[in-house]
């Protein structure tokens, strides 16, 4: 079953860590992972080429890589897709440059979400759900919104913004297909053990409801 299509863990980097310590973490958490995506705004093309080339040399599979709104990067190193946000080119015109790759849309209301679809976003990531530090001041969206885009739009929607381990039954109990963590892993005193808290969560959840992983 593809990675988008069942309940998974996607985790984003912050942008407040260096390339060695983005690389060094990646490697211990990875088993626990589904998604890995490279969120490092202030980096040039280069500097993210070295890094997907330092990630797979630690072990992290290529499959599990994406790299946010650099299609081109993407599609070069051959990593398993885009995400996009609202600042980046459309999402049909990223689909049909770039056919191989796999493209996730990050959307904050139904109206982007609908968008997203209709021009061919292979899943979504939406959010905040909850109040996060990443967007200090920013009230979340709540779990009736994100109950309200799993019912309306047909594509894998991924939860983000404030999720911990604990409001994952939450979460998955909307019918969203995964949750996506920044700060919780990355900047947690331990990501491994971050990590696999979020790993036996969903796991959980996914045992409960009968499904497989």
Known sequence: MEIEKRRSIHVISTGQQSRDELVKISRTI???????????????????????????AAGVPLRKL????????????????????????????VKESFPSLKIGASVHSKQEALLAYEQGADFLLFGNVYETMSK??????????????????????????????????????????????????????????AARAYYEAIHKEVKQLGETI
């Open 136 to 193: 200090p001041g920013k009230q979340g969206t709540g779990i009736v919104s994100l109950e309200d885009i799993v019912l309306n739009i047909p594509l894998p929607i991924i939860a983000i913004g404030g999720i911990t381990p604990g409001r994952v039954e939450d979460i998955i109990r909307t019918g969203a297909k995964g949750i996506a963590i920044l700060s919780g892993i990355f900047l947690s005193q331990d990501p491994l053990d």
């Open 66 to 93: 994406y790299i946010n709104d650099r299609a081109d990067i993407s599609c070069m190193k051959h990593v398993r897709g885009v995400q996009l946000g609202h600042h980046s080119a459309p999402v049909g015109l």
């Open 30 to 56: 990875h088993p626990y992972i589904d998604m890995l995506h490279i969120r490092e705004k202030s980096w040039t093309g280069a500097e993210l080429a070295e890094a997907v080339d330092e990630l797979t």
